[in-house]
């Protein structure tokens, strides 16, 4: 489970501005701390995605950007970060989002080396390699899957699995036309971002009614789930597990039950799982205080089907960049070795 204390952002409250739980991350954990499903030791600390690790996908020219306020304000969707120093919105705003980038990018070789890794940031399917937006202003999934392609041996095809209640456009125009990625949407047709370009990219696209509630909804999932893997063989799944689709979510639209999330997630590790495919999980969206709460009991309800393996839950890593996790096991030393 990776994770830093750095994920959350505070600031004069201007987080509460979104409608998004800028702390939610850390709630999470202090659940699973307060079930004693894990300690401090048992985390894997996420450390901020470099500018280096970052031009594995974006443009210097999206990157100079944010040196913008008001261009962070537009993407975060809080107007006025607009009008704060570009180095308070660095520090305050686009390092917690750099810091979740980085335990994506860490979760991903995670779960190669250990059949599963759960990020309990990231998830930001609305950014692109050169644009941003929806409070999306790295593609963290984008860069997971690159830095896997690139880097770690016997990776070469990968899936999306993205249960958000939004499309992910993000991940989808970056690998429009790369057939080694698999995409699979979920999503409210009706809301944000409604882009039809984007939508080519889905090999399997699940669009959704306003109100869809548990029994459909879980039954789509089950089905085009095992259509997904069934039909393209990844060597990795990055599963992006947004909580938006919860009934009641200011902006998902859809009605799925604090349960109905527990079990979506239950059928996509098992369907996982049961193939021997690492996964990677993100957290995504989630626009309500009780998120936390499922987001937590979601991973005890995976811990006690035995879909997580507790013993090998996580290491110290002391890499000052996301390149580079090191002293987890004789696996991540050599991957550690073969980047230097």
Not at 72 to 77: M, N
Not at 191 to 202: L, N, Q, S, T, V
Not at 308 to 314: K, T, Y
């Amino acid at each position: 489970i990776v994770y830093s204390p750095d994920y959350n952002i505070t600031f004069m409250g201007l987080e509460k501005l979104h409608p998004f739980d800028a702390g939610k991350w850390g709630k999470v954990i202090n659940f699973l701390k307060e079930e004693k499903l894990i300690a401090d030791d048992l985390i894997v600390q996420a450390r901020e995605a470099t500018d280096e690790d970052l031009l594995v996908v974006h443009t210097r020219r999206y990157l100079n950007k944010l040196k913008w306020s008001f261009v962070v304000a537009t993407i975060t969707e809080i107007p006025p970060v607009a009008f704060l120093p570009n180095f308070v919105v660095q520090r305050k705003v686009l390092k917690p989002l750099r810091t979740q980038t980085g335990g994506t990018i860490m979760a991903g070789k995670l779960a190669v080396d250990r059949g599963w890794a759960i990020n309990v940031g990231g998830g930001f399917h609305h950014c692109s390699s050169d644009k941003g937006g929806g409070f999306c202003a790295y593609a963290d999934i984008t860069l997971a899957i690159k830095f896997l392609f690139e880097r770690v041996q016997g990776v070469s095809r990968a899936t999306i699995i993205d249960l958000d209640a939004h499309q992910g456009n993000g991940h989808e125009r970056d690998f429009m036309d790369d057939p080694r990625v698999y995409i699979m949407d979920a999503y409210n047709r009706y809301i944000y971002p409604g882009d039809g370009f984007a939508k080519r990219a889905i090999k399997r696209k699940v669009e959704l009614e306003w109100g869809t509630e548990d029994t459909e909804y879980l039954q789509k999932v089950h089905t085009h789930v095992e259509g997904a893997l069934n039909e393209f063989k990844p060597d990795v799944i990055v599963y992006n597990a947004g909580t938006d689709i919860l009934d009641g979510d200011p902006l998902g639209g859809l009605a799925i039950s604090p349960q109905g999330i527990v079990k979506r997630d239950e059928l996509v590790f098992k369907a996982a799982r049961s193939r021997r495919i690492p996964i990677l999980m993100v957290t995504s969206g989630g626009y309500q205080k009780r998120t936390a709460r499922i987001i937590a009991d979601s991973i005890l309800n995976l811990h006690s089907l035995g879909l997580l393996d507790r013993e090998r839950a996580a290491c110290a890593l002391g890499s000052s960049s996301a390149i580079v996790p090191v002293h987890c096991n004789s696996q991540i030393k050599k991957l550690q070795s073969n980047e230097s």
